[in-house]
């Protein structure tokens, strides 16, 4: 009788410390996911943030004062514009379009 009381107060002590080491590694869990909630959080809100200022240095007109005063860029016109004609260019353009005018035609 007092070995199997022996026997039963063992088993109880190691149920109780795997219970409490349960609740340890439970706690421990929450609070590591409770962290990474936080920073999940805190990523979004960078993230969020970012995406503002990237769009805020994106505006049309920033880059256009960026590029007249750091790259000295000016609006093209018509005066400053020059034109560029290739011949050879221009022949495979035509029998381009000549060959789907006329969808029968061979390649």
Same mark, same amino acid.
């Given at each position: %009788?007092?070995?199997?009381?022996? @026997? #039963?107060?063992?088993?109880?002590?190691?149920?109780?410390?795997? #219970? @409490?080491? $349960?609740?340890?590694?439970?706690?421990?869990?929450? &609070? +590591?996911?409770?962290?990474?909630?936080? =920073?999940?959080?805190?990523?979004? $809100?960078?993230?969020?943030?970012?995406?503002? =200022?990237?769009?805020?240095?994106? &505006?049309?007109?920033?880059? +256009?004062?960026?590029?007249?005063?750091?790259?000295? %860029?000016?609006?093209?016109?018509?005066?400053?514009?020059?034109? @560029?004609?290739?011949?050879?260019?221009?022949?495979?353009?035509?029998?381009?379009?000549?060959?789907?005018?006329?969808?029968?035609?061979?390649?």
């Amino acid at each position: %009788m007092t070995r199997l009381n022996l @026997v #039963l107060l063992v088993a109880v002590l190691a149920s109780a410390i795997y #219970l @409490v080491h $349960t609740q340890y590694q439970s706690r421990r869990l929450f &609070t +590591e996911l409770d962290r990474a909630t936080a =920073e999940a959080r805190r990523l979004e $809100t960078e993230h969020q943030r970012l995406q503002v =200022e990237k769009r805020a240095q994106a &505006t049309p007109l920033r880059v +256009e004062k960026i590029a007249r005063a750091q790259l000295q %860029m000016r609006t093209a016109t018509p005066a400053i514009t020059q034109y @560029v004609s290739d011949p050879a260019g221009a022949a495979v353009g035509a029998a381009a379009s000549a060959r789907v005018a006329s969808p029968g035609a061979q390649p």
